[in-house]
């Protein structure tokens, strides 16, 4: 019976909101109703893996140029990230240094970035990527960093008292104390990462999610921009899922 709930809830949003697009699609001429935009987008669903142009593909092979990107970039970010956020974390001096310019840096707009990124490497995948690292590390920083000084005072003690070494100390304690709050920090630069993704190939016109979108929107295909938004929000879903699995995975090891 919980199954069967857990099921039907879920199902009962979705057709809530299927409602409220049909209605808003009848009082909004231009605004394609649910049967409208399958009729018109089916094709790219049904070949998802067709390319007719550069543009012109099926909804898998689009989104998954744009999950290389995202994929590249948030690794990126993560590997500057991560040890930034151990540094500020055991380092008081570092904190207060780098605190004023980190909370300057970090609510700089994605469409702020790309075209500084496009004027360092003249390109845009490049530039792309250095978006989405730029835009995705700072909650895995802020995360890492109060993981480090959340970790008790005992802790510290038992490293002293024990001698261990600094890699030792890192590696059986610091670490595994902060993983959760990593892991939370991940998830967080994920989700901004996929979001960054849609700015970026918008402007730069490069096949993807927010490319296709951003045609089919110069194009007035309302349809296509709704099959778009759809998918963004589906693959950001799964993505955050996934993330979830893998956090829980590695608590239980």
């Known amino acids: 019976m919980k199954r069967l709930v857990n099921l039907l809830l879920p199902l009962c949003g979705i057709g809530m909101a299927l409602v409220i697009w049909w209605a808003a699609s009848s009082a909004v001429p231009d605004l394609p109703s649910p049967v409208r935009t399958w009729e018109e987008s089916k094709l790219y669903i049904l070949e998802p893996l067709a390319k007719r142009g550069e543009m012109d593909q099926g909804i898998v092979l689009l989104a998954y140029y744009s999950l290389i990107r995202v994929a590249k970039g ?25 605190d004023p310019l980190m909370q300057v840096l970090r609510p700089i707009s994605p469409l702020a970035w790309l075209p500084l990124g496009l004027v360092l490497f003249q390109k845009s995948e490049p530039a792309a990527l250095f978006a989405i690292a730029v835009c995705s590390m700072w909650p895995t920083v802020i995360n890492t960093m109060i993981g480090v000084r959340a970790i008790p005072q005992d802790y510290w003690n038992v490293a002293k008292v024990l001698r261990l070494s600094r890699v030792t100390t890192f590696t059986k304690i610091i670490l595994p104390a902060t993983l959760p709050y990593m892991f939370a920090g991940y998830r967080l630069s994920l ?15 490069t096949p993807g999610v927010g490319g ?41 090891v």
């Open 212 to 252: 296709f979108l951003w045609q089919e929107y110069n194009s007035l295909v309302y349809a296509h921009i709704l099959l778009a938004i759809i998918t963004i929000g589906i693959i950001g879903f799964v993505l955050d899922r996934l993330m979830g699995m893998a956090e829980t995975k590695l608590r239980a």
């Open 74 to 98: 948030f690794f990126l970010g993560i590997a500057i990230a991560t040890p930034i956020g151990f540094l500020l974390g055991v380092s008081v001096t570092l904190t207060r240094m780098f």
């Open 191 to 205: 989700g901004i990462a996929w979001l960054v993704i849609v700015a970026s190939e918008m402007l730069t016109g």
